[in-house]
């Protein structure tokens, strides 16, 4: 079912004789669902505290045998297999690309970097940050240790000159891990790389339209640290969880200041989110209004399927926000349900209806139910409250990294988003601690 405001489309389902959702009802599409396994039982209390990570997926009933499997074969295929994303340069360099895009972006080089530091693949880690320090980074002027956000991967020709802020979000996080896990006496000074960055963002002080990656007076994070992108931004780059981390391992003097943002971007994300829908817009005013940019960014689109991951991550890492978070998982998968659990499309208005233009991906320019944001939607199962929940995480779990019918195929998206999910939803998506030597 499609764009349901619930209880008119349900009866009209009931009058064409087509079957609802497992679960609905035609008084009200949202109501829990029967399932063995109960009603799920959030922790409450974040891994910061306890030390301790959910596997989701054990507690669905899967094998342990079997989740090591599957994130192993997930790594598999975006890193080693024949669809893969990654691809090594030379004995000591490898990038991430967006195959149907023909570029490499800060956006996959960070990921690819946090998956390896995650899963302990220190030469994957190094060969993306010495490829990514050598064709992305810049070397001096009024840009210095900020990153060009896409270039040709073939001859590192910079398709654009200026950054995308959640690329230097996610390098300073993934090199502080680093610092963490791998120490910085191994060939690479992760803490050093990670504080020149950072102190460079500091710096910024408008030359040539160059600002912070963090809006210093709204304490929030922008759509590009440049004019013209300084005062508004994406609620898909809030990730509250980051800011944390850098409170504690920067050690840069900023340390009150990033967990203001830390608050501020969850206060952030209670307005940002719809109230029926729970849906973001892909671009947003620091309010959290939707910023409109021509038929771009008012809806939610490819950047926030993010959203319900990041929350997930936040609620899992650090729970500061318990009751707004288990509210805010319920109203997302219960729209998401009501659209149809294996049908649901991957753009909507925030409010739910139907946008008038889809956003094109890899030459394709259709509604389709993406992996991508399958994968996110179960990773909100870890802050779930409703036995719904688990049918989300099951989901994920009978998903699979494949073409679509009509041949459009997304290793690189969809299959990022896939492999964070079960990395969270198994456990393995951590706050690296010193200790995790």
Same mark, same amino acid.
């Not at 809030?238 to 944390?244: D, R, S």
């Not at 998206?413 to 896939?418: N, P, R």
């Given at each position: 079912m499609k764009k349901a405001l619930y209880l008119p489309a349900l009866l009209g389902l009931l009058l064409s004789g087509i079957a609802l959702p497992e679960g609905a009802s035609a008084q009200d599409c949202t109501q829990d669902v029967t399932d063995p396994r109960g009603k799920m039982k959030p922790w409450?209390?974040?891994?910061?505290?306890?030390g301790r990570y959910r596997n989701v997926f054990r507690e669905a009933g899967y094998p342990q045998a079997e989740i090591d499997a599957k994130l192993q074969k997930a790594y598999h295929d975006v890193f080693e297999g024949p669809d893969r994303?990654?691809?090594e340069v030379g004995d000591s360099m490898a990038y991430v690309s967006d195959i149907k895009n023909k570029d490499a972006r800060t956006e996959g080089l960070s990921y690819g970097m946090m998956v390896a530091v995650q899963l302990n693949k220190k030469d994957v880690f190094d060969r993306l940050w010495r490829w990514t320090r050598k064709y992305m980074q810049h070397q001096g002027g009024p840009r210095d240790a900020y990153f060009a956000w896409s270039l040709e991967p073939e001859t590192g020709k910079h398709n654009s000159e200026g950054s995308a802020s959640d690329? +230097?979000?996610y390098f300073v996080t993934d090199l502080l891990f680093a610092a963490n896990r791998w120490g910085n006496d191994t060939g690479i000074d992760y803490y050093g790389e990670a504080r020149r960055i950072l102190d460079a963002m500091w710096s910024k002080d408008g030359t040539?339209?160059?600002m912070n990656v963090l809006n210093v007076e709204h304490k929030q994070i922008n759509f590009v640290p440049h004019e013209g992108g300084y005062d508004w931004t994406d609620p898909s780059y809030?990730?509250?969880?980051?800011? +944390?981390v850098w409170a504690e391992y920067a050690k840069d003097g900023h340390e009150h200041f990033y967990r203001d943002c830390a608050d501020t971007a969850r206060a952030f994300l209670h307005r940002a989110t719809h109230p029926k829908t729970g849906l973001t817009p892909d671009y947003a005013e620091f309010s959290g209004a939707p910023h409109s940019r021509g038929r771009m960014g008012d809806a939610f689109r490819y950047d926030s399927w993010r959203v319900p991951m990041n929350i997930a991550m936040d609620y899992s890492w650090y729970a500061k926000d318990v009751a707004w978070q288990q509210a805010y998982a319920r109203r997302f998968q219960n729209f998401l349900y009501c659209e149809g659990i294996a049908t649901y499309d991957d753009q909507y208005n925030i409010d739910g209806s139907t946008p008038e233009w889809i956003l094109p991906a890899g030459g394709f320019q259709k509604l389709r139910h993406s992996l991508g944001l399958v994968s996110t939607a179960g990773a909100a199962s870890i802050m779930g409250t409703q036995a719904k929940s688990w049918k989300f995480v099951d989901e994920v779990w009978n998903a699979k990294l494949e073409p679509y019918e009509d041949g459009y195929f997304d290793p690189y998206?969809?299959?990022?988003?896939?492999l964070f999910s079960v990395m969270h939803l198994s456990g393995n998506y951590r706050i690296i601690t010193p200790d995790m030597k």
């Open positions: 409450t209390t974040g891994a910061w505290k306890t994303v990654y691809f690329g +230097e979000l040539e339209g160059v809030h990730l509250p969880a980051f800011f +944390e998206f969809d299959g990022l988003m896939y």
